[in-house]
C-alpha cells in the first residue's frame, strides 16, 4: 500500500531532478502574527510582468511565478480572478523563496472575494513548494481529467514499463496523464527539508496524479480543503492526501507536528497499475505513508474531522507509521477499487483510531490489523461489515446520516453516534467549527451535532443526564415503539410524572425546542422549557402516533434552560418520548 513520488526530468528549472507527488497532509498550526511584509496582487488578465508593477490591484503583475520570484518572509501575494496555466513543464508556479519563523510565512491566497484557478494541463504539477514557512490559501486547482481516458494512462503506463530498463523514457509523452495538485518536497536530492507549509481553503480536483502531497517536510498543516477525483491515471500509486517519509526539523514529540483536518476528500482512486509493483494500489483518500523509514520520522502526527468517501483505496490509514492518531473522523464507502478498508492502522506503531464513523461497501472490509503494535482502536461506529480489530466502546449499527448519497454526513437525532464518544484526543471544534462537545459528551465522526440536550435519543438505554422529577417510579427507558433509533423514554401515569433536563445556552439567540411525543392521554401532556426558571413556551401534545412538538424560546448566553415533559395521572395513561432537541 505504500505510494510512490516518481522522478521526472526538467529542462527548464533548476536543472535537477524534481520529485512527483503523493499526496500530503498538514500540520495545522495557529497562525502567528508577523509585522505586514509586501504584498503583491496578480492578475492573469490584466498585469504586466515588470518593475513598476505588481504592487496594486490596479497594476497587478500577470503570472504567479513571477511575483514567486520576489517574495520575501512576510509578504502576501493575491491572486486575482482568472484562469493560470504553467509557465514550464514543472508547474504553474514553483516556491523556491522561504518565509522565516521570525519574518513570517510568505502568502499565496485569493484576492478577497476573488476565485482564481490554476490549470496545468502539461506539466508535472500545478504548484510545487520547495520552501518553508509558506503558506497557500484559496485557490482552485482544476486538472485536465475531463480530456483524458483510461487509454491515455494505461498507454503511457506501458510505455514506461518498456522504456524503464533502458532509460529511454520520453518524458515528455508521460508527463500529461502523472500531473498533480500540490506537491510539497526538497528539491532533487537536496537535504534542506520544507516545513512549516499550510495549505487551506483549496479545491484540488481532477488532476490525473495525486491531490495533495508531501515527501521528505515537515510542520503540515491540510486544512479545510476539497480534494476531489483526483489520481486517476497515474502510474506512480497516488492518493487525495498523503505525507510520505516525513523528515525531523526539529526533536519536538510532545504537540503534533503534521495535521490533516477538517478535510472533504472523496472519489480519488487509481484506475492505472502502479509501475513499482505492476499491479494496483493506493488511491487512497488519505494516507500517512512510511514515517518508520530510516531514519525515522519522531513527530506526532494528527488527522481529524475529515469526511472520505467513495476513495478507490482506504477512506484513511497509517501504513509502516508511527505515533499517528486519526480521531473523529468519518468514512464512507471507500475501497470502490480495492479491498483496503475505511479506516485502519497496518504495519505501524503506536496508533490511536477514537471517534470515527466507518460505513463499508458491502462486502469490502472495514478495517485491518496486520503486523501493528499498540495500535488502540475504540469508540467507533461500523456499519456493514465486521472489523477485523475493535475495542469495547465501539459500536455496531447505522449512524443515521443525514443524506450520505448527497455528501450530508451529519447525523439525525437518534444516531448512536451523538454523546457517546471519548474525549480522550477529541478536538474542541468539529468538521465545520462548531464546538466540540455539545451535549453530554463528544458526538463520534467528523461532525457534532448542534443539539444542547443529553441523551436525546436515550440511546444510551439510560436516562443520563435526564432527572425524574415527578412519579419516578413510573419513568422507565424502553427499547420498543421508538420513534428512531431504539430505545425512548415512556411514562407509566399511576401519578402525575415529570422528566427534565437542565442545558446552558451556548450563545444569546432564539432555539427552536423539539420532541416527537406519542401517547394515549386525551390532554394536558405537555413539552415545555424555562428559561433562568421561568417558563418560555410550552406546548400540548394529542394522542394518535408520534406527533412533534415544537416551539421557540429566547436565551442569552449562560442561561440555565429546563426542558420538561409532563403528564396528568390517568388510569392506564401512557406517553413515549424520543428525539428532544434544543438548537
Same mark, same amino acid.
Not at 482544476?142 to 487509454?151: F, K, M, Q, Y
Not at 492526501?241 to 510532545?254: H, Q, W
Not at 462537545?437 to 443529553?454: C, H, K, M, V
Given at each position: 500500500?505504500?505510494?510512490?513520488?516518481?522522478?521526472?526530468?526538467?529542462?527548464?528549472?533548476?536543472?535537477?531532478?524534481?520529485?512527483?507527488?503523493?499526496?500530503?497532509?498538514g500540520f495545522?498550526?495557529?497562525?502567528?502574527?508577523?509585522?505586514?511584509?509586501?504584498?503583491?496582487?496578480?492578475?492573469?488578465?490584466?498585469?504586466?510582468?515588470?518593475s513598476?508593477?505588481?504592487?496594486?490591484?490596479?497594476?497587478?503583475?500577470?503570472?504567479?511565478?513571477?511575483?514567486?520570484?520576489?517574495?520575501?518572509?512576510?509578504?502576501?501575494?493575491?491572486?486575482?480572478?482568472?484562469?493560470y496555466?504553467?509557465?514550464?513543464?514543472?508547474?504553474?508556479?514553483?516556491?523556491?523563496?522561504?518565509?522565516?519563523?521570525?519574518?513570517?510565512?510568505?502568502?499565496?491566497?485569493?484576492?478577497?472575494?476573488?476565485?482564481?484557478?490554476?490549470?496545468?494541463?502539461?506539466?508535472?504539477?500545478?504548484?510545487?513548494?520547495?520552501?518553508?514557512?509558506?503558506?497557500?490559501?484559496?485557490?482552485?486547482?482544476?486538472?485536465d481529467?475531463?480530456?483524458?481516458?483510461?487509454?491515455?494512462?494505461?498507454?503511457?503506463?506501458?510505455?514506461?514499463v518498456?522504456?524503464?530498463?533502458?532509460?529511454t523514457?520520453?518524458?515528455?509523452?508521460?508527463?500529461?496523464?502523472?500531473?498533480?495538485?500540490?506537491?510539497?518536497?526538497?528539491?532533487?536530492g537536496?537535504?534542506s527539508?520544507?516545513?512549516?507549509v499550510?495549505?487551506?481553503?483549496?479545491?484540488?480536483?481532477?488532476?490525473?496524479?495525486?491531490?495533495?502531497?508531501?515527501?521528505?517536510?515537515?510542520?503540515?498543516?491540510?486544512?479545510s480543503?476539497?480534494?476531489?477525483n483526483?489520481?486517476?491515471?497515474?502510474?506512480?500509486?497516488?492518493?487525495?492526501?498523503?505525507?510520505?517519509t516525513?523528515k525531523?526539523?526539529d526533536?519536538?514529540?510532545?504537540?503534533?507536528?503534521?495535521?490533516?483536518?477538517?478535510?472533504?476528500?472523496?472519489?480519488?482512486k487509481?484506475?492505472?497499475?502502479?509501475?513499482?509493483?505492476?499491479?494496483?494500489?493506493?488511491?487512497?483518500?488519505?494516507?500517512?505513508?512510511?514515517?518508520?523509514?530510516?531514519?525515522?520520522?519522531?513527530?506526532?502526527?494528527?488527522?481529524?474531522?475529515?469526511?472520505?468517501?467513495?476513495?478507490?483505496?482506504?477512506?484513511?490509514?497509517?501504513?509502516?507509521?508511527?505515533?499517528?492518531?486519526?480521531?473523529?473522523?468519518?468514512?464512507y464507502?471507500?475501497?470502490?477499487?480495492?479491498?483496503?478498508?475505511?479506516?485502519?492502522?497496518?504495519?505501524?506503531?503506536?496508533?490511536?483510531?477514537?471517534n470515527?464513523i466507518?460505513?463499508a461497501?458491502?462486502?469490502?472490509?472495514?478495517? /485491518?490489523? @496486520?503486523s +501493528? $503494535? !499498540?495500535?488502540?482502536?475504540?469508540?467507533?461506529?461500523?456499519?456493514?461489515?465486521?472489523? %477485523?480489530?475493535? *475495542?469495547s466502546?465501539?459500536?455496531?449499527?447505522?449512524?443515521?446520516?443525514?443524506?450520505?448519497?448527497?455528501?450530508?454526513?451529519?447525523?439525525?437525532?437518534?444516531?448512536?453516534?451523538?454523546d457517546?464518544?471519548?474525549?480522550?484526543?477529541?478536538?474542541?471544534?468539529?468538521?465545520?467549527?462548531?464546538?466540540?462537545?455539545?451535549?453530554?459528551?463528544?458526538?463520534?465522526?467528523?461532525?457534532?451535532?448542534?443539539?444542547?440536550?443529553?441523551?436525546?435519543?436515550?440511546?444510551?438505554?439510560?436516562?443520563?443526564?435526564?432527572?425524574?422529577e415527578?412519579?419516578?417510579?413510573?419513568?422507565?427507558?424502553?427499547?420498543?415503539?421508538?420513534?428512531?433509533?431504539?430505545?425512548?423514554?415512556a411514562?407509566?401515569?399511576?401519578?402525575?410524572?415529570?422528566?427534565a433536563?437542565?442545558?446552558?445556552?451556548a450563545?444569546?439567540?432564539?432555539?427552536?425546542? /423539539?420532541? @416527537?411525543? +406519542? $401517547? !394515549?392521554?386525551?390532554s394536558?401532556?405537555?413539552?415545555?422549557?424555562?428559561?433562568?426558571? %421561568?417558563?418560555? *413556551?410550552?406546548?400540548?401534545?394529542?394522542?394518535?402516533?408520534?406527533?412533534?412538538?415544537?416551539?421557540?424560546?429566547?436565551?442569552?448566553?449562560?442561561?440555565?434552560?429546563?426542558?420538561?415533559?409532563?403528564?396528568?395521572?390517568?388510569?392506564?395513561?401512557?406517553v413515549?418520548?424520543?428525539d428532544?432537541?434544543?438548537?
Amino acid at each position: 500500500m505504500s505510494s510512490e513520488f516518481g522522478f521526472t526530468k526538467s529542462t527548464k528549472i533548476i536543472g535537477i531532478l524534481v520529485f512527483l507527488l503523493a499526496l500530503c497532509s498538514g500540520f495545522v498550526v495557529s497562525n502567528p502574527v508577523y509585522a505586514a511584509g509586501q504584498t503583491y496582487y496578480v492578475d492573469i488578465d490584466t498585469g504586466v510582468d515588470a518593475s513598476g508593477y505588481g504592487t496594486s490591484p490596479s497594476t497587478p503583475f500577470k503570472n504567479i511565478q513571477y511575483a514567486a520570484n520576489l517574495t520575501n518572509p512576510g509578504d502576501t501575494v493575491y491572486v486575482m480572478n482568472g484562469t493560470y496555466y504553467k509557465t514550464s513543464d514543472q508547474a504553474v508556479f514553483q516556491i523556491t523563496r522561504s518565509g522565516s519563523a521570525t519574518g513570517g510565512y510568505i502568502n499565496y491566497v485569493a484576492y478577497p472575494g476573488h476565485h482564481p484557478k490554476l490549470k496545468a494541463i502539461d506539466a508535472w504539477n500545478h504548484i510545487i513548494v520547495n520552501a518553508s514557512y509558506i503558506k497557500i490559501e484559496g485557490l482552485e486547482i482544476e486538472g485536465d481529467n475531463a480530456n483524458l481516458t483510461l487509454s491515455d494512462g494505461e498507454a503511457r503506463y506501458n510505455h514506461f514499463v518498456q522504456n524503464n530498463p533502458t532509460g529511454t523514457i520520453d518524458w515528455n509523452y508521460v508527463r500529461k496523464t502523472q500531473t498533480n495538485g500540490i506537491y510539497i518536497a526538497p528539491v532533487g536530492g537536496s537535504t534542506s527539508y520544507p516545513h512549516h507549509v499550510i495549505i487551506k481553503n483549496n479545491i484540488v480536483h481532477d488532476v490525473p496524479g495525486g491531490g495533495i502531497g508531501a515527501t521528505s517536510a515537515d510542520y503540515l498543516t491540510f486544512e479545510s480543503n476539497t480534494v476531489y477525483n483526483n489520481a486517476w491515471y497515474t502510474f506512480y500509486g497516488n492518493s487525495g492526501i498523503s505525507i510520505l517519509t516525513p523528515k525531523n526539523a526539529d526533536s519536538n514529540t510532545s504537540t503534533y507536528r503534521n495535521i490533516i483536518r477538517n478535510n472533504r476528500v472523496y472519489n480519488n482512486k487509481t484506475l492505472v497499475k502502479w509501475w513499482k509493483i505492476q499491479d494496483y494500489s493506493d488511491g487512497n483518500g488519505i494516507i500517512i505513508d512510511s514515517t518508520q523509514n530510516a531514519p525515522a520520522y519522531t513527530g506526532k502526527t494528527l488527522v481529524t474531522n475529515n469526511l472520505v468517501y467513495l476513495n478507490g483505496g482506504s477512506g484513511i490509514h497509517s501504513f509502516k507509521s508511527a505515533d499517528v492518531d486519526i480521531i473523529n473522523n468519518t468514512a464512507y464507502n471507500n475501497s470502490s477499487q480495492l479491498n483496503y478498508g475505511e479506516i485502519f492502522a497496518q504495519s505501524s506503531n503506536n496508533v490511536n483510531i477514537l471517534n470515527n464513523i466507518m460505513v463499508a461497501r458491502t462486502g469490502r472490509n472495514i478495517n /485491518t490489523n @496486520y503486523s +501493528n $503494535t !499498540n495500535v488502540t482502536t475504540n469508540y467507533n461506529i461500523y456499519s456493514n461489515g465486521n472489523p %477485523v480489530v475493535s *475495542g469495547s466502546y465501539d459500536i455496531w449499527g447505522d449512524p443515521l446520516f443525514m443524506n450520505a448519497a448527497g455528501g450530508d454526513f451529519r447525523v439525525k437525532i437518534g444516531s448512536n453516534a451523538i454523546d457517546t464518544g471519548t474525549s480522550s484526543l477529541a478536538p474542541s471544534t468539529d468538521y465545520v467549527y462548531n464546538t466540540r462537545p455539545r451535549g453530554a459528551g463528544p458526538d463520534r465522526g467528523a461532525y457534532e451535532s448542534q443539539n444542547l440536550i443529553g441523551n436525546p435519543s436515550f440511546e444510551w438505554t439510560n436516562l443520563g443526564s435526564w432527572a425524574k422529577e415527578l412519579n419516578s417510579a413510573g419513568i422507565t427507558v424502553q427499547n420498543t415503539g421508538a420513534y428512531s433509533g431504539t430505545y425512548k423514554a415512556a411514562f407509566s401515569t399511576t401519578a402525575a410524572t415529570k422528566l427534565a433536563q437542565t442545558v446552558t445556552a451556548a450563545a444569546t439567540k432564539t432555539y427552536t425546542v /423539539t420532541a @416527537y411525543i +406519542n $401517547t !394515549n392521554i386525551a390532554s394536558d401532556v405537555k413539552l415545555g422549557a424555562d428559561v433562568a426558571g %421561568v417558563n418560555k *413556551g410550552q406546548v400540548t401534545v394529542t394522542p394518535s402516533g408520534y406527533k412533534k412538538a415544537t416551539f421557540t424560546i429566547n436565551a442569552a448566553a449562560g442561561d440555565a434552560i429546563k426542558v420538561w415533559i409532563s403528564a396528568p395521572a390517568s388510569a392506564g395513561g401512557w406517553v413515549a418520548i424520543d428525539d428532544i432537541s434544543v438548537e
